[in-house]
């Protein structure tokens, strides 16, 4: 039975495709404990709607977003919801901070913000959605660093808002899924 979903569902995305048409979703990528400040992970096109899924093991971890011309940034911080039925957790501690350069940008406190519930209807899976930032910036080299009190935990980082998918980006979408689903919602 599976097999017949997993087929109907490629054909309509094949469909979709060969017709011209674009599919939309985020972009999934899985960082894990990737992104030192000496080796960030790097934000290729960054107006793309891309979620870094990654996981805090004691040091903050960063983004290096680079653009020769300016461009609309869209930062946000979610965490896995473990139980999507129980009483909602208002606060998490799990914040991120823009610079260019040296100068801070912005800077967003998790424990200061409110988190909302958040269902991903493509993955069928449950967050809790964090602070958020947008603004139009100039063309320039930026970096995002994830962090919290303790430098622990899993998180997953929204850039960008364009979401689109070819073809081949959904092949590998629906592979990281998987994955996600054995490592990330996991606790």
């Known amino acids: 039975m599976k097999r017949y979903i997993t087929a109907a569902f490629l ?9 011209g048409y674009r599919l939309y979703a985020h972009r999934p990528v899985i960082v894990g404990g990737e992104g030192s400040r000496d080796n960030p992970v790097v934000v290729d096109r960054p107006q793309i709607s891309w979620a870094y899924y990654g996981k805090l093991e004691g040091e903050p971890r960063y983004f290096k977003i ?4 300016p461009f609309k940034l869209y930062v946000n911080i979610l965490v896995p919801d473990y139980s999507p039925d129980g009483e909602p957790i ?7 901070e823009i610079f260019n350069g040296d100068t801070l940008v912005y800077r967003a406190q998790g424990l200061r913000s409110r988190w909302t519930r958040f269902y991903e209807p493509y ?7 964090g602070p958020e930032y947008e603004k139009e910036m100039e063309a320039g080299e930026y970096m995002v660093r994830v ?11 929204a850039i960008g808002t364009i979401e689109k998918f070819t073809i081949v980006g959904l092949i590998e979408a629906i592979d990281r899924a998987k994955s996600l689903d054995e490592w990330f919602f996991k606790q």
């Open 90 to 96: 208002l606060s998490h501690d799990l914040s991120f």
């Open 66 to 69: 680079v653009s020769k011309e």
């Open 11 to 19: 054909a309509v995305f094949l469909f979709s495709a060969v017709s």
């Open 147 to 157: 962090f919290n009190s303790t430098n622990n935990g899993k998180y997953s980082l």
């Open 123 to 129: 993955g069928k899976d449950h967050y809790y959605m």
